[in-house]
Each structure stands twice: as C-alpha cells, then as structure tokens.
C-alpha cells in the first residue's frame, strides 16, 4: 500500500494515541489505537485507522473507539477494534463488530510431556494430528451430529461434547462463558446456516486457523505461571478455529437484516459492513440470539477439536490424556458481541462490548472467573505466526478500567496476501521452518505462503505494548514445534 | 480484454472485475470468487455436473451482485459444487436470471484454495464508466 494514513494520530502516552472526534462530523466519541511508534509507522500504511474512526459514529458508544496493537485493516471494524455501546441509552450491536467467523477464538492445552520426550515422535505426532483433524476447505467432521444435535449445540455449545464423552467437565469450567452463552435461540439461525455449518463440527477450517504444537521456552511470572500450570521446557498445544460455515451465514443474515434497520432506526455510519439496529430492538435481539448460537457452535468445536488431539496424543505415547496432563489452561473467544457491566465515567453501566479480533482480558477478581483464576485474572492466550511464537498472558485490573476488560488477540498481519504470494517461496519457508525444527503439514501450500511469518508483524512487539500499557500481563512464551493448517 | 484483478487488502481479497454488459461483469464476479476458492487440475466430464438455476432480485445492482455470488458460495461451501459454466445469464437492474453447472469437488480433480467466509458490503460497487462495466468486491477470507 502507497498511500499513507493521513489523519491525526495524537500522542497520549507512549502507548496509546488518539483520534480525535473532531476529525470526521459524525464520531460520536475518540478513536484510541494501541501501539508504539514502530507499531504505528505500519498501522498508517493501510485503512485500519479510518475504520477505528468510522466505528466511533455507531450510536450509543461510551469511552472511546479502541483498537489494539495488532489492529489491521478489515471491513467494517478494523480488526483488532473494540466497541462498548450503552444499551440503555440507544446503544447497537453490530454484526460487523463481531465479523463472520463468530467465536473464532483459541485454546491452550497443556501437557505433563517436555519437549526431549516428544522430540523424537514429533513426526509421527504431527502426521498423526493432520490425519485425525479435518482440515481445510469442504472437510467434514471425524464428529457425527444429527440436526438434532445441532440445536443441541447452538444452546449448550461445548457441553454436547462433554455429555457425548468428548471431553470432560473441568474442560467446561477452563473455557470463557464455560462453553455455551446464555440466550441462543436456534429458531433465530436460518436454515442455509444450518446446512453450511452441517457436519463440520471438529474441522478445523483454513487461512489463519491450525493446530500447533508448541514448546514454552520462557516464564515472566513464576507464581501465574504455576497458577495456569505451564512451566518451561514444557509441551502445549494450541487450537485456533471458529463456528465454520454456521458462523459466517449467520452473520451475512445478519447484516442483510441490519441493513434495513439503518432507514428503520435513522442511524447514519459511514460503511455498509458497519450496519447495527440497538441491541434492544427485535432486529438487535435476534441477531444477539443467533449469533450466541454460533459462538456455542464454536466452543463445542474447539472442545471436539481437543479430543481429537487428545486421542492422538493417547495413541502416539500408549497412555491415557490424564496421564499424559493433558488439561486445558483456558479457551477464548476473540470475535463476540457481549453484555457485560462495566464502569463508565465511575458509574456501572450495561454495555454491549463488541470484540473484532480481542480477546477479553477480565482482571483479578471478576466474579465470571473460575476460582482457579480469581487471583491471577484469566488465561489470555495470544497467538503468534507458525515460525516465531506465541503468548500466554494473564488480564488486569487496568484493562477493565481502560479498555471494558480486553487486549490483543494475536500478531496482526502484515502484508497483504498478494504480497506474501509475491514475496515468499514455499520451498524456501519448508525448509527455513525445518531449520528451526518446526514440522508442518498444510492441506494446501497458497494457505502455508499467504500465511508465512513474514506476512505477520512480530507477535513480541504487540505483546510488548499491551504488557507495558498494563491490559495484559506476560505469564509465558510458547514457540512452535508441529503446524497443522487448513 | 482482462475479466477481474486482484487488488491488495491486508487481511482479505479484494478484487475489480470488468464487463461489457452486466451479464459479463456477473460472469466475471464468478469466475474471480472461484479462482480465490479452487484451482482445477483435471476435467471432469460435463456428464457428471449438476444444473443449478439462479433467481434474485435485488434494489441496487451491489445487492444483485452480492445476492449472486452469495448464492454460488452457498452452493460451494454447504454442498462442495464447484462453478464449471454458466450456461444462460440473464441480468438487468433490479433482478437476475441464470443456470449454472456445478462440478462436485474431489481432490483429485480440484486444488482447494482460500476459503470465502462471506461476500462483504465493504467497499462494494458497481459502477458503468464509458460504457464497460466495472465493480469492486471485498471477500473475507
């Protein structure tokens, strides 16, 4: 991209900088991006900026339109952006805040394993692992659900899978909302959803979604650390898909039907993705009711998702999941529109908290914490790209009074996936990835180049800023041993 | 005469695509989102394909233009039909007409590519410049 970002980015603090509503009539309150100077110089190459901007029009929003360090540009909300509207005054949702693969999101499973045990049967782990995860375009699930199951699904999301002996109850207890968000209706799922979310339950999808084997190389804080279980020389594993098919049809529904609400409503945003009807509207309500169907969707997904790669751990080291320690640190969703309270100009409010491309980052003490976090705040785990490395960091007090309890969700990317096609070579990346003794396995080399570590901007620095902005905290940093991608 | 092109979009798939009619630049839309989605490697016989017919109506020539390839998506992500010839084409403002013939995917014949999740409003238009037709369209990948 050529042309420069060219609006004002004023300087807060070393790692915020603002844009003020006065720059566009019709933002109702200031964009804030996350980021260093380094960061910055990149966020100003494409449109991400202009997006921050434009979400700040949407009615009822409070406090600022935010957007983290890894923010890039995407359609409608820029990815990486935040959003909070006050329900009681006015305040929408927008589908568009929350993106089309609704509940994509991550999950950190650890092992008693280190890395000299699986050093010698990585290869065998990873063919195992391709095998048993359906990956990329069209595959079906190794998972069977009938159209019953699906409505199942859509109203108690990763507990289908406990009750069907894929997993057990603590898994529920380590995943964010424990698996399934209240107030789904599957009625408000359209069929073509339904038949495009069919049969993919336990596929993993592609483009940026995988399954990686990692190894955790370094520990910032000891006592979170021994909290989350993870300790150094340690092997983890890390999922990351969303609500395939189901997901993406609801949201195109939805937006269709939001569209409507924009005459209906009298509600003016500069951007047709950014379209939104109030969040107690019948047109908001539905929207919240399907799309909660699509993040429990979601979380059973990933809950199936981590049997499989149990089972494949069973068989590759002859011993139980249990034995092997194979517990899950926690799950995040990183795209969902949720009602939370959050303290806006020092009173409680009920806010609608868009997160495009975040991940929550709920501090110590938040009464929708397992116990086993109250202490340390929750899990956030931050994916990085497939040749450097990845974070486990720990939510703060400061990102719920800055930033409605969330941070980053990962890298961010980089560079367009035409420039990566023009700039990377397959066999060059192969064997560059072997060098650091990394195994991939991938269902098609365009995925593997578009989504090649150059592509991505370093994870590190993106972690750097929100740790020293205080929303998160460094707990852990994983690098990667086996790839698996769509 | 270059039917579309891709243009560069840092996280997604942006891409113009060029008609002499409208019939063309829905053609081409077509071909574009099914160049991002598979690449063939051998042919199947046409013996083999199934015929899909395709009625939308629509206010704006984006939303007719949307409502088309939502639908070809549909078909490729729920039932795995690949776009192998559009047999009749029939578009004006407001609605369309057409018969497609679909190919079942099999790795063997097709190289599965990106995956669409959806055709976005975002930047979408259509618009007649000296008498060719052209439109931008954003695909989340």
């Known amino acids: ?245 189901l997901g993406y049809q609801v949201c195109d529904d939805s937006i269709q039907t939001m569209l409507k609400c924009l005459t209906k409503y009298d509600i003016h945003v500069p951007d047709r993705q950014l379209a939104c009807a109030p969040v107690d509207s019948p047109e908001g309500g539905r929207y919240l009711a399907a799309m909660r169907g699509a993040a429990n969707y979601a979380w059973n997904n990933r809950q199936c998702l981590m049997h499989l790669v149990r089972s494949v751990f069973e068989r590759v080291f002859e011993t139980s999941w249990q034995k092997l320690g194979m517990s899950l640190v926690y799950d995040v969703a990183h795209n969902i529109a949720k009602i939370e309270d959050h303290a806006v100009e020092g009173r409680k409010r009920r806010l609608c908290v868009h997160r495009k491309g975040a991940t929550r980052a709920f501090g110590p003490g938040h009464p929708d914490l397992p116990s086993k976090y109250a202490k340390t705040g929750q899990p956030v785990i931050i994916p990085g790209d497939m040749g450097r490395y990845s974070y486990l960091l720990a939510g703060t007090t400061t990102a719920m009074e800055q930033t409605f309890g969330t941070t980053c969700h990962g890298a961010g990317r980089l560079k367009s996936r035409q420039e990566a096609k023009r700039t990377v070579d397959y066999q060059k990346l192969f064997k560059e990835l072997e060098a650091k003794g990394i195994v991939l396995m991938a269902s098609s080399r365009a995925t593997v180049v578009e989504e090649a570590p150059s592509a991505y901007k370093d994870v590190n620095d993106v972690v750097e800023v929100v740790h020293r902005a205080g929303i998160a905290r460094r707990v852990a940093r994983m690098r990667p041993m086996g790839v698996i991608k769509g | 005469m270059k039917r579309f092109e891709f243009i560069e979009h840092t996280a997604d798939v942006a891409v113009r695509v060029y008609g002499g009619s409208l019939k063309e630049l829905f053609t081409s839309a077509a071909l574009a989102m099914f160049a991002v989605l598979v690449a063939k490697k051998k042919n199947k016989p046409e013996a083999s394909l199934t015929e899909i017919s395709v009625e939308k109506k629509a206010e704006s020539l984006e ?21 192998r010839r559009i047999k009749a084409l029939n578009v004006e403002e407001g609605q369309m007409q057409g018969a497609v013939l679909m190919d079942c995917f099999d790795p063997e014949h097709y190289e599965a590519k990106n995956e669409i999740k959806a055709v976005t409003y975002h930047g979408l238009k259509v618009e007649n410049i000296r008498n060719r037709w052209r439109a931008y369209i954003l695909f989340d990948v």
């Not at chain 1, 990873?126 to 990956?135: K, N």
């Open chain 1, 1 to 245: 991209m050529s042309d420069l970002w060219q609006g004002p980015l004023e300087k807060i603090d070393d790692h915020r900088w603002r844009i003020p509503k006065s720059y566009k009539a019709g933002m109702r309150v200031d964009g804030v991006i996350y980021a260093d100077e380094k960061l910055l110089k990149d966020i100003r190459h494409d449109k991400a900026a202009e997006q921050v901007a434009n979400v700040a029009f949407l009615p009822g929003i409070v406090g600022a339109s935010l957007a983290m360090p890894d923010i890039h540009w995407g359609y409608g909300f820029p990815i990486g952006g935040v959003a909070a509207t006050d329900i009681e005054r006015g305040g929408v949702v927008s589908p568009g805040g929350v993106g089309f693969d609704i509940n994509c999101g991550v999950r950190l499973v650890r092992t008693h394993l280190t890395l000299a045990e699986v050093r010698p049967k990585l290869k065998t782990l990873v063919a195992g692992l391709f095998s048993a995860i359906p990956s990329g375009v069209g595959a079906h699930g190794a998972i069977k659900a009938t159209a019953k199951d699906e409505a199942e699904i859509l109203l108690k999301g990763a507990a289908w899978a406990v009750r069907k002996g894929y997993g057990v109850a603590e898994d529920l207890e380590m995943t964010e909302d424990r698996g399934a968000m209240e107030g789904a209706d599957p009625e408000a799922v359209s069929d073509r959803a339904y038949e495009r979310g069919k049969a993919q339950s336990g596929t993993l999808g592609s483009g940026n979604h995988f399954c990686e084997v990692q190894a955790v190389e370094e520990i910032y804080d000891e006592e979170t650390a021994e909290v989350f279980g993870v300790r150094a020389g340690q092997v983890a594993v890390m999922v990351h898909s969303g609500s395939r098919g």
């Open chain 2, 63 to 83: 939303d007719l233009l949307k409502a088309w390839l939502d639908e070809l998506l549909f078909h490729y992500s729920a039932k795995g039909h690949v776009l």
